[in-house]
């Protein structure tokens, strides 16, 4: 069966639009699993984790966690589903994003700090970055590939973050119970980059803050948060 790309649809149908477009183009390999936020909004955590719950019913192997401004290119589920077979702990992987306005400039080729703000793995792709997969501490809820036998070992996302920090916390979670987290830079997408990057209304700055306070109370100070924050380090390559 088709892996599910989960999408929690919010207000912009064209972007909605561009991304089943682009699901469309993985030759048969993934479907859209779309809950409606207009309607009911569940914010991003508990929508992903509805999707995923689903794919679970369905026996899947695999599920896509992803966002509306995310767009696939050609071959990106083939390679990530490539990429799984080839890394048999690898809970979840995470795709190399380009920025949609400019192809050039990498916005996520996985993560390195978490808090007290995620940082992003970027640069420009002419000047060599994110050509090599590799394993990273973290990769961006925007879109990446969930191993769901892993899941049924660490569980879902913490659906006390709405919005912010479930997709590092899952990944620290995954890590800390053995399993690993990777960049695929063989699988590409084009990302748009929503609102969590621009700030938002006060309502939604409210909710980042108190994602992230979460996040801290639950990991900061420990010894396992210290080990797991720096066990890839990573220095960019020079342009």
Not at 43 to 58: I, M, P, Q, R, S
Not at 150 to 165: Q, S, Y
Not at 175 to 191: K, M, P, Q, S
Request: with cysteine; net charge negative; glycine share 10%.
């Amino acid at each position: 069966m088709p892996v599910p790309y989960i999408i929690p649809f919010y207000k912009n149908q064209d972007q909605l639009d561009k991304c089943l477009a682009g699901i469309a183009r993985q030759d048969g390999l993934a479907e859209p699993w779309v809950w409606d936020n207009n309607t009911n909004n569940l914010y991003y955590t508990k929508a992903e984790n509805l999707g995923v719950k689903d794919a679970f019913k369905k026996g899947l192997e695999f599920a896509i966690i992803g966002t509306q401004d995310c767009y696939l290119e050609p071959g990106a589920v083939a390679a990530l589903l490539a990429f799984m077979k080839d890394h048999p702990r690898c809970a979840l992987a995470g795709l190399k994003q380009l920025l949609a306005s400019d192809p050039d400039i990498i916005v996520h080729a996985g993560g390195t700090i978490a808090y007290p703000a995620g940082q992003h793995i970027g640069g420009r792709a002419s000047q060599g970055v994110g050509k090599i997969s590799r394993k990273v501490p973290w990769v961006n809820g925007a879109c990446f590939m969930a191993r769901l036998e892993a899941v049924l070992e660490i569980g879902l996302m913490d659906e006390n973050m709405l919005m912010l920090g479930s997709d590092s916390d899952w990944c620290y979670t995954a890590r800390a119970r053995g399993w690993e987290v990777w960049y695929c830079a063989d699988a590409v997408c084009h990302h748009e980059v929503g609102v969590s990057n621009r700030g938002g209304s006060p309502e939604l700055i409210k909710i980042f803050q108190a994602d992230m306070g979460y996040w801290r109370d639950k990991w900061v100070g420990s010894a396992l948060f210290a080990r797991l924050a720096t066990e890839f380090p990573f220095t960019p390559p020079r342009g």
